[in-house]
């Protein structure tokens, strides 16, 4: 089995910035990619970024620039860089990650964007 624990989460003021982390830990063999999703109250999951074991990252359309994707894969973990937040980013943010044929998820954790 693979864990998937988040951070990062919180409340962050319209403008501002924050960064989530996502560390990958448990039957780690050979992973394909790890990425963002996230869902709002009343909406469904919504696929943000993704990156590949060999670096090639991929957004959602919709993102304008705003978030970055990164990974360490010395430690299994993954990131997540939101600039210039938005009311409309508050959502629960899952990270997600594929090995072989399984898909994994987080718990989530919140982010809040007051405005």
């Known amino acids: 089995q693979v864990q998937l624990v988040e951070s990062g989460g919180g409340l962050v003021q319209a403008g501002g910035s924050l960064r989530l982390s996502c560390a990958a830990s448990g039957s780690i063999l050979s992973i394909k990619a790890m990425g963002w999703y996230r869902q709002a109250p009343g909406k469904q999951r919504e696929f943000l970024a993704m990156?590949?074991?060999?670096?090639?990252?991929h957004y959602a359309d919709s993102l304008k620039g705003r978030f970055t994707i990164s990974r360490d894969n010395a430690k299994n973990t993954v990131y997540l860089q939101v600039n210039s937040v938005k009311p409309e980013d508050t959502s629960v943010y899952y990270c997600?990650?594929?090995?072989?044929?399984?898909?994994?998820w987080g718990q989530g954790t919140q982010v809040t964007v007051s405005s």
């Open positions: 997600n990650l594929v090995q072989g044929p399984y898909d994994y």
């Open positions: 990156i590949y074991s060999s670096g090639t990252t």
